[in-house]
């Protein structure tokens, strides 16, 4: 079904489990689903460069409308070419709408019907983001693939707020819906909720009521339960359409994104490779590694032994712990490097379970699920 500039295809399911093979068809390219998007917030995926990217096999970033919107601005980026162009990138991009960051921003901003009124954290200027603006600012970066402007309710919030909230942001898709430009990006609703299912259903009804290339669960990894957020995204994930891609925003740890995509979400994003890697984290086949660790001081052993990408091919544990601890830039760059591919690697394997038809057999156990232990020594 054609729904202008995105397309999906569903491609194979899984015999035993909810997980999906598909294919997401954008202005820029192709992205092969289950698939994690590195965050390039602010236009850039931290310490590496889209070459870097390319060579680790992202097939696409996510950008974030807030942050291009204060600084260098919307205008200058497309008087420049556009946001592929500007951040030397020419596969798919994603753009969050900005709801996040200034929900976010609890004591600066306020609320209204219209949009959202908040101070800049840059220089305290005052500015309003409304679902049009939203849509204006993504469309004129040159997104492959837009995100509705919505409001994150924070965790714990009673269920009379959580009602207002997701009415709101049922009118405020319908306004983005409005403005959007099916021929220039895609356009994918936000379904919120808390943790309460009835209304997770609810507003699943609302906002796949308007045909659109995609759908996203928002509102997760916010302070919530590991194990209440993953029975939450279990119940609401099948009420989402079969024929649209699945879309958990936020949520990336390498157990979350197996679970949930035994779950059926084709799509992932978060920050957890990235800022990991730059605090000294490190996801390996054997477990989770702190590299500035003295046990790593003498070690002249890759740091993951089954991994191909350029830091375990041609650096120790011992040099990598030398450059964190000394905070050379260097230690940012080869720790991310290896932290994103892990993660890609991970959505790589997962691929190729669902089409083996063994996705039970990879959800339970193996790499991804020994990254949440303690740490290999």
Known sequence: MSTGAVEFQLLHRDRQTEARRGRLTTPHGNVETPAFMAVGTAGTVKAIGPDDLTRLGAEIILGNTYHLMLRPGEELIADLGGLHRFIGWNRPILTDSGGFQVFSLAKK????????????HLDGSSWLLTPERSMEIQQRLGTDIAMAFDECPPFGVDRAYLEQ??????????R????????????FGIVQGGLDQELRRRHVEEVCSLDLPGYALGGFSVGEDREAMREAVVSCVPLLPSHRPRYLMGVGSPNDLSACIGAGVDMFDCVMPTR????????????KIVIKNAAYARDDRPLDPSCACYTCLHFSRAYLRHLFVAKEILAMRLNTLHNLKY????????RAAIEQDRYSTFSAGGPAGDCEGDEEG
Request: net charge positive.
């Open 109 to 120: 901003r306020s609320i209204s019907e219209e949009g959202v009124q908040f101070q800049s």
């Open 165 to 174: 909230s997701l009415a709101r942001t049922t009118r405020w898709l319908n």
């Open 176 to 187: 983005c819906a409005a403005v959007w430009r099916p021929e220039s990006c895609g356009l």
């Open 276 to 287: 990991c890697a730059r605090n000294g984290l490190l996801f390996t086949s054997l477990g």
């Open 343 to 350: 993660f890609l690697d991970l959505m790589a394997r997962a």
